[in-house]
């Protein structure tokens, strides 16, 4: 049954071969069993999650299910979920039960699905590793010694380790993307304003943008429809009409599925910076997408070597000014001693945010200060101007671009803590696609030396339901994405 | 360029951050290396380029100014349960005018 797709599962349900209430026990099992030396899960709360799965499986007594009616789904530990400790991986928030429902929870609580516990991130989804979360690190499912990625690390080791069907992350500078690469997993950013931001955890608001893990384009599709959709409570959120995003995959299969897609391979991609194992196996997929019809053009990002920089302005920026809200006075922590308000304001924000939150405060305060905001912010976002305009060149040329996704293989635990410019350069390849606000999706390619390796497709956009669909047609020709990581039975 | 101790501390004092003495030489450390990265922006010419504040380019949409939670005293009580310290439906924080 773990194996299964959510189409699958759906398909069990609704015929009753499996109630909700089993398959909910089944994955709160095997959490209890294998998620300790993980430490992919923050909060698992069976009594909750079982009383979904009963109303669930009355919804399916009734005939009156949906596509996810019944099926468990882990959520990161960014998403404000009424009654659930909601802790976004920090010691700030290690008190805070929400009071209310993200947008994102609130649409899988009415399309019925369970909520199968909190997982764990880096601390306000700041990381690529999975290394400055209050809840300890987590382990990578292939090799324990690793990170998962980040920051949606819990929720990617989740899905790997199939302690969950399918799970939610966010991705800001490509934490959905490269956790997915880390893990053997599809993990999709969709097109900024595609889902509503409500209730999650503000980092880089202009950047953040949730997303699907899970262990297929097809599952994600499935997940993407549950997500998206226009919410008037987040002002960025996009008023578009509902779209199935998982129409071009249900189209029937032939030889050459992809015959005309043009594959844009930017040569940023394809330079220094890349490990030659991973570069390997982006190429070999390259070669199976020739086979499945494609034809691929050269294009130019000349703009790409500035994403990093760029983002390491406008990003911390954000986060000084969204993170100024913790000043322990309405909710979160407040340092148990202080001698006056300011004192009060200082402590409990020393005590409550860990050292890489602080740096970014540090660093976005900074560069908004009188004197460095034109040196710096502004300079940030004509550079972001640029990188936008490049991508909307080579969409003149190609529909799709394809590169890696993360430059290498998962690092070991503790290689780039200590360095963060080191952590911040493994995400070349994905920081562009958040400045540009794009759809970008991660897929399986192979294993090198045992561990795996991620693809990146990026899209036009709202090209998601293409983008699934590219993705799909090369799942269907090959079974990287199926593989299960050992020790996990 | 790079920055002075004084500057990290002074920074941390704007985002209202404790920062000891360790700390404090720590960090300087750390976002010297950090802006020796962002530094490279510095090189780029980008006259008439216009700065981009947002994925999309559309305007920020506006609603009527008027309230539409229902049941606020429900929602203050749900929200105040969650404060480090309330009263009477206020917020407590240490006496600020004497």
Redesign the interface.
């Known amino acids: 049954m773990i194996e299964y797709s959510l189409q699958a599962m759906a398909t069990a349900l609704a015929n009753k071969e499996i109630s909700s209430v089993e398959l909910t026990q089944l994955y709160l099992d095997r959490i209890a069993r294998h998620n300790p030396p993980l430490n992919a899960y923050i909060t698992v709360d069976p009594a909750r999650s079982l009383a979904q799965a009963r109303a669930a499986d009355e919804r399916l007594a009734r005939g009156t299910e949906g596509p996810l009616t019944g099926i468990p789904i882990a959520h990161k530990d960014i998403f404000c979920a009424k009654g659930w400790l909601t802790t976004c991986g920090s010691k700030m928030l290690s008190?805070?039960?929400s009071?209310y429902d993200a947008a994102v929870i609130a649409r899988f609580q009415a399309a019925g699905a369970v909520m199968l516990g909190k997982t764990n991130m880096d601390e306000f989804a700041m990381g690529s590793s999975n290394e400055t979360s209050f809840y300890g690190p987590v382990h990578n499912p292939w090799d324990d010694s690793r990170v998962p990625g980040g920051s949606s690390g819990g929720s990617a080791a989740a899905v790997a380790a199939r302690l969950a069907p399918a799970a939610t992350g966010t991705d800001t500078g490509g934490s959905i993307r490269q956790p997915a690469a880390l893990c053997n997993l599809t993990g999709m950013k969709p097109t900024?304003?595609v889902i509503s931001r409500y209730g999650m955890v503000a980092f880089a608001s202009?950047?953040d943008q949730a997303g699907p893990l899970g262990r297929s384009a097809a599952d994600c599709a499935l997940l993407l429809n549950a997500m998206a959709g226009f919410d008037?409570r987040d002002?960025?959120s996009?008023d578009r009409p509902i779209e199935d995003y998982g129409r071009e995959i249900n189209a029937a299969r032939t030889a050459k599925p992809l015959a005309g897609l043009k594959i844009g391979l930017p040569e940023e991609f394809f330079g220094d910076g890349c490990s030659p194992e991973v570069m390997q196996l982006v190429e070999a997929a390259i070669g199976e997408y020739r086979q499945l019809g494609a034809e691929t053009v050269a294009i130019s990002l000349p703009?790409m070597?500035?994403a990093?920089?760029?983002y390491?302005?406008i990003a911390p920026a954000e986060a000084?000014s969204n993170l100024?809200r913790f000043?322990?006075?309405?909710?979160g922590y407040?340092a148990p001693a202080?001698?006056?308000?300011?004192?009060?304001?200082?402590?409990s924000?020393?005590q409550g945010?860990g050292d890489e939150v602080?740096?970014r405060?540090?660093?976005g305060?900074?560069v908004l200060?009188h004197g460095y905001y034109d040196?710096?912010y502004?300079?940030?976002?004509?550079?972001?101007?640029?990188i936008?305009n490049d991508f909307a060149s080579a969409f003149q040329k190609c529909d799709v671009i394809i590169g890696p996704t993360s430059p290498s293989t998962a690092f070991k635990l503790g290689e780039k803590a200590a360095?963060?410019?080191q952590m911040?350069l493994s995400d070349i390849y994905t920081i562009a696609v958040?400045?540009?606000?794009l759809p970008g999706i991660s897929i399986p390619c192979g294993f090198a030396g045992g561990l795996p390796v991620g693809l990146q497709l990026i899209g036009n956009y709202f090209a998601e339901a293409r983008l699934l669909n590219i993705a799909h047609r090369y799942q269907q020709a090959n079974a990287w994405h199926l593989r299960r990581p050992d020790g996990f039975d | 360029m790079s920055l002075t101790l004084e500057q990290v501390r002074r920074v941390a004092h704007l985002a209202r951050i404790e920062i000891s003495d360790v700390e404090a030489h720590r960090t300087l450390g750390h976002l010297n290396e950090i802006f020796g990265l962002i530094e490279e922006m510095q090189a780029v010419d980008t006259q008439g380029i216009g700065p981009m504040a947002h994925a999309q380019e559309v305007a920020q949409r506006l609603r009527a100014d008027r309230v539409t939670e229902s049941d606020q005293l429900a929602q203050r009580t749900a929200f105040q349960a969650i404060a480090p310290e309330t009263e009477g439906g206020l917020y407590l924080v240490p006496k600020v005018i004497e």
């Open positions: 008190n805070f039960v009071p900024y304003g202009s950047l008037e002002s960025t996009l703009s070597g500035l990093v920089a760029a390491y302005v000084s100024a000043d322990g006075v309405r909710y407040r202080y001698q006056d308000l300011n004192d009060m304001y200082c402590k924000r020393a945010f602080k740096r405060i540090l660093i305060t900074y200060s040196a710096y502004l300079q940030a976002q004509r550079i972001r101007r640029l936008a360095d963060p410019v911040y958040n400045l540009a606000g």
